[in-house]
């Protein structure tokens, strides 16, 4: 069974562009939540999807946003990026309804802003 | 808001020895989960235990157990039998528990340990 896949795996930005990633999730997994990794911060929770609707998000600004499609496959856009940008970007699928859910987790799209 | 907390930024280990991961939370619930993840040099996170807070038994999976002490808000990882793969970063996480409805799919991750395994 194909896991978590993330695209793109790497990619170079500059300032004040914006960048989309995406994610597809196990088959069968209706959740897909999105954490940035970054060495000072660690891993924090942007948001999560469930059938196409936002169920939870974390603290960051509007830049961040993402949506969900019917197929279950998520994107995530980061606009007018910064350079605090810079991160590991990594998507978590789940059925989405088992208490608690264990989350399997992508490679991660390596996100470089210069 | 919950937090966790990672004391040890780096540990070391000999093969076939032991080794125990230190991991503290701060929460008001009384209902949760906590998560051990490793991840591995190749990045891909990967769940290696997990434990319940309304099971007093402590979790086990083959080499790893844990050892979870409520009251004290702590919740170690002991890994038995060191082997090479088991070199990696290792996250504690808090998760809520779904009681108070809505969704709970949220990971709240400590820093992490990076562990490494020499032969």
Known sequence: KAGVTQTPRYLIKTRGQQVTLSCSPISGHRSVSWYQQTPGQGLQFLFEYFSETQRNKGNFPGRFSGRQFSNSRSEMNVSTLELGDSALYLCASSFGQLDPGELFFGEGSRLTVL | ?119
């Open chain 2, 1 to 119: 808001a919950q937090t966790v907390t990672q004391s040890q930024p780096e540990m070391s280990v000999q093969e076939a020895e032991t080794v125990t991961l230190s991991c503290t939370y701060d929460t008001s619930e009384n209902n949760y989960y906590l998560f051990w993840y490793k991840q591995p040099p190749s990045r891909q996170m990967i769940l290696v235990i997990r434990q319940e807070a309304y099971k007093q038994q402590n979790a086990t999976e083959n080499r790893f157990s844990v050892n979870f002490q409520k009251a004290a808000k702590s919740f170690s990882l002991k890994i038995s039998d060191s082997q090479l793969g088991d070199t990696a970063m290792y996250f504690c996480a808090f998760m809520k528990h779904r009681g108070s409805g809505g969704s709970n799919y949220k990971l709240t991750f400590g820093k992490g340990t990076l562990l490494t395994v020499n032969p």
